[in-house]
């Protein structure tokens, strides 16, 4: 095989990863961040390929070496997933300087082995490289084709829904606090008592609920069937692939039959989520859409040694300085609950009598982790926002912050009420429960949430202590618009 023609194997091989995750994930992917990942990816794979085409003088044997390297990098999570289930490994958990000699050892024992071959045993292996590429491509083709159909029938389509018939429609403030479990799992599992949030809130005449649950224990499953009023079918469906699921809920928020329902309503949108909702993109710098971003790179070498780095690479190194991950997820989300603190404010500060009614949607990433302050709002250090230190330190920080959120949830109604009046819904809830040290904890704490509800003339008719999120939303749609949400 020619030098020249033997140098598009690398680039078909690239071609091929981008083709196999493109068409597995062609409902769901933006076409403008696939051809940026494509153009960089494709850049940086010519600029290395190019100075080790001039620095080698067997061309071939290169190509062949850089190939196979560059087959292994790409697919590096896929290879790692295939391993575990098989039985060859347990988990995933590798320290990052093992993962990172292992790789570089297999890369070096490549390169030895196809240096050692003839140059008749290298350009066949070349074209083997070729042809099963393109033989990959015509699958993934058949795939696209004729398989994905079946995750298509899930996809939440915009939907005409009936107006809500009201002549003085209330302000709506969605105000969901992720991973806030209920008052009785907060008892029975962690011994902390929430009943000086509930007596503030029920003093304000809301409907507290003591034991509610949510559907699901991921925020994405438990916000998709939130906003649209259903169980999400596509979850019992086998065939359909698990972070595939993930995307499929992410369309079911952004295209929910409840926020279509406001919109036909007369009603505005004022996203401050983690969500992409309708035409309205995201605000916070931590969102669900930097999952979508990524997933198309997800089974990389860099991803995982990303991953491996952040994780049991600290925890095993206590000495270790953190300062740098302050420009990380912990900066990020602190970044977005100021944001969304001070937009909350401009919204009650700034409303006015005669306007069009409001669906604000806040999404606070608290008191999930990263724990970023006590229970004073005092700033508490790496180690302690990632729960480095075990259980006992880690439970208690998330005690603590349940506490600033707390105060933080007092001010806002306060400020609601004060401020726009009592002609107001509010839902105060959470998407999940606690998760972490799932093994200590059984499926009751993951599932709790805390929820809270103010309607305006207080009609809290078939509200229950065990409430769900959907039943929360319906029932409001009953209660105070009288429209039956099927």
């Known amino acids: 095989m020619h030098n020249r023609q033997s140098a598009i194997i690398p680039f078909i091989i690239l071609l091929y990863f981008f083709f196999h995750f493109i ?5 769901f992917l933006d076409f403008w961040k696939v051809v940026s990942q494509v153009i960089k990816y494709f850049f940086f794979t010519g600029l290395l390929y190019w100075i080790g085409f001039k620095i080698f003088q067997k061309k071939d044997h290169f190509t062949l070496a850089f190939s196979t390297m560059l087959f292994f990098f790409l697919f590096y999570g896929v290879l790692m997933k295939t391993l575990v289930a098989i039985g060859v490994m347990k988990s995933f958990e590798v320290v990052t300087t093992k993962l990172l000699l292992s790789y570089l050892a297999i890369c070096l024992l490549i390169v030895v082995l196809i240096f050692r071959l003839s140059k008749r045993k290298v350009v066949n292996l070349l074209r083997f490289w070729m042809i099963y590429c393109i033989v990959l491509i015509v699958y993934d083709t058949a795939y696209l084709v004729f398989s994905t159909k079946e995750e298509k029938k899930y996809l939440t389509e915009k939907r005409k829904e009936e107006e809500i018939k009201l002549e003085k429609k209330p302000e709506i403030f969605f105000l969901l606090f992720d991973m806030y479990p209920s008052d009785s799992a907060l008892k029975k599992y962690l011994h902390y008592d929430n009943s000086a949030l509930n007596s503030f809130l029920k003093s304000k005449d809301f409907y507290v609920t003591g034991d509610a ?5 991921e925020t994405y499953f438990s916000l998709g069937s939130t906003l649209d009023l259903v169980p999400l079918e596509y979850l019992k ?3 359909i692939k698990s972070y595939k699921k993930n995307l499929l809920a992410l369309k079911n928020v952004k295209h929910s039959r409840l926020l279509e ?7 505005d949108l004022r996203n401050y989520s983690v969500f992409d909702l309708q035409d309205q993109p995201s605000p916070l710098s931590f969102s669900m859409k930097n999952h979508l971003d990524n997933i198309l790179t997800s089974s990389t070498f860099f991803n995982w ?3 491996s780095f952040e994780t049991d690479f600290f925890k095993s190194n206590n000495n270790i300085d953190l300062g740098f991950l302050k420009t990380g997820w912990s900066t990020k989300v602190k970044s977005d609950v100021r944001f969304q603190f001070d937009e909350f404010n401009k919204i009650v500060d700034n409303f006015p009598v005669s306007h069009r009614p409001a669906f604000n949607y806040f999404h606070f990433n608290m008191p999930h982790p990263p724990i970023i302050y006590d229970s004073a709002g005092n700033e508490l250090g790496i180690r302690d926002m990632y729960s ?15 506490k600033y959120v707390n105060g933080e949830i007092k001010k806002m109604v306060e400020s609601i009420m004060s401020k726009i009046g009592k002609n107001v819904i509010i839902i105060i809830q959470g998407d999940h429960g606690y998760r972490e040290f ?18 305006p003339d207080f009609n809290y008719n078939g509200f229950i202590d065990t409430m769900k999120p959907i039943q929360t939303f319906k029932k409001i749609m009953d209660n105070q618009f009288n429209y039956r949400a099927k």
């Open 305 to 307: 040694m990303y991953y």
């Open 23 to 27: 068409s597995d994930l062609f409902y």
């Open 388 to 402: 480095f230190y075990g259980y006992e330190r880690a439970t208690n920080n998330f005690l603590n912050y349940i």
């Open 237 to 239: 469906d086998k065939s």
């Open 213 to 217: 649950r949510s559907l699901y224990a």
């Open 261 to 267: 329902i406001f919109s036909t309503s007369g009603y």
């Open 438 to 455: 799932s093994n200590r904890f059984s499926q009751e704490m993951r599932l709790s949430i805390y929820n809270a509800v103010y309607l």
